[in-house]
């Protein structure tokens, strides 16, 4: 019998740097219990402008001395279709953010091939992915975002890629966004990993994330209403600005 989902645990905080030191702390948890089991961490980041405080406090030395990064192995939850220079590229804002000031090796960095042709760059992903963990992806940790219009990672909408079943990686378009193209995990390669959590701040949030966690079930309209790891953790960290309407979890 298919396991259920667990049930997702929703973590109220103050302010956006207690949810960034609180993101910091699930990442230096879960990555000395991966490492210590298997030898390895595989995390996979998030693009948009929540993590990047994050990643900052992970950077920090009260932190990062106590992160064996040698094993950690970063991926990403989704990339634009621009080169890894452009400045809409998610993995160049955690190179600058963390990947450079922990001096992480290069045999450690696997990001999404931006500057592909987008339907190459995810077969290529796709490869990837398939070549590190010797078949379906399981992540340690994948952090995730939540746009304003319930999309997460570059899971739009009433998008194709939404119904993509068996790839880990496609490439999805966005019209009307100004990097119409972007390569995005799917629910298979995200809904595997052994814990979710998704971070959550601000005012602009608080409507969304209300349909999401307790509005009517949608997710052709709320795409990250299916996240739901299999038989991992999922695990919601907002602030009190952006929990403003939650009615269960107040
Ligand atoms: C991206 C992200 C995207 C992001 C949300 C929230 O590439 O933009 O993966 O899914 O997480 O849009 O973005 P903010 O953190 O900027 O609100």
Redesign the pocket.
Known sequence: MTPSAAQPQVVVLNGPDEVAARAAHEFAARARAAISQRNCFAVAL??????TRSFELLASPRVAGKIEWPRVHFFW????CVPPDDPAS?YGQARMALLDPIRAQDKSIHRMRGELEPREGARDYTALLSRFFGGGPIFDLVY?????DG?????FPHSHSLEETSSSCIASHVPGNAVPW?L?LTYPALNAARAVVF????A??SDVLHRVLEGPRDPASLPAQRIAPSEGALIWLVDRAAAAHLQAHA
């Open positions: 998030s693009g948009g402008k929540t993590p939850g989704d990339e634009r998610n995730l975002g939540l746009g304003p999309h997460t990672a570059s899971l972007r995005t971070l959550v701040t601000g602009d949030k």
